[in-house]
């Protein structure tokens, strides 16, 4: 499934982001929970994805998680009938939480058809050197178990895409895709220096059948003008499905 992610029209409300997604073919949407309220009501998001026809297959819950923070996402994925939950790694130094989500996350699980994904770490710092999150290293991803993929966050991290969906491919369960140009993360795939095409092959010829989601930054979709917003995603689409579906 293509998805995309509200974070790419994230100025815009829920109901419109449902609506360029409906009309530009996409499969279903990534929900990121911010500090926006619409995003973070699961039943109003669950009547937006009945009245679109949409499913919300991923929920990506925001930094600083904690077990309240948790469950409150495990609700909403249920609530919003999502399959997969995506985490971001804890600060690297709160120790709390990096104990915490290392040994109690997968035992706070109660239903088994929301799979809990670790997503791999921004390249942020502090200090301009010490890595803001923990858990940065592949090692410490496959450990986790299962992994969301992020594309733009590996140019910081000077870590080959291709090398990567190698090494954590068996424990991939999704995909945010985007490319870097001009050293800007978070572009358009067919735009920028990352192997995007030979990315997808890759997953084709591997028979990657879990989920993929647009994310870009809303410039890169010409946000405020509707006719270029629904251009912009639809050639998005169009190169994914040239070089997933049709590969």
Request: charged share 25%.
């Amino acid at each position: 499934m293509f998805l995309l992610s509200t974070e790419s029209l994230k100025k815009y409300g829920l109901n419109r982001i449902f609506y360029f997604t409906k009309e530009a073919g996409f499969d279903g949407i990534e929900l990121v929970v911010d500090e926006t309220y619409d995003t973070q009501n699961g039943p109003y998001i669950k009547s937006l994805s009945d009245q679109y026809g949409l499913p919300v297959t991923v929920v990506k819950a925001p930094d600083k998680i904690n077990e309240k923070k948790f469950v409150a996402m495990i609700n909403l994925a249920q609530e919003v009938g999502a399959k997969t939950l995506v985490l971001e790694p804890p600060r690297i130094l709160d120790f709390k939480a990096l104990s915490w989500i290392k040994k109690e996350t997968l035992r706070l699980i109660k239903h088994d058809e929301i799979k809990i994904a670790i997503i791999n770490a921004s390249g942020e710092t502090i200090l301009g050197f010490l890595p803001a999150h923990a858990m940065g290293s592949l090692l410490e991803l496959r450990k986790f178990g299962k992994v969301c993929l992020d594309t733009s966050r590996l140019v910081a991290k000077k870590a080959d895409l291709l090398k990567t969906l190698h090494s954590l491919y068996e424990q991939l369960i999704h995909i945010r895709l985007s490319n870097v140009r001009h050293s800007k993360d978070y572009c358009l795939p067919q735009e920028g220096i990352l192997p995007i095409e030979s990315f997808l092959d890759r997953l084709k010829k591997n028979g990657y059948n879990q989920t993929v989601s647009l994310v870009v930054r809303p410039t890169e979709l010409r946000a405020g003008d509707d006719e270029k917003v629904m251009q912009s995603l639809k050639e998005a689409k169009a190169f994914y499905e040239k070089n997933f579906l049709n590969s």
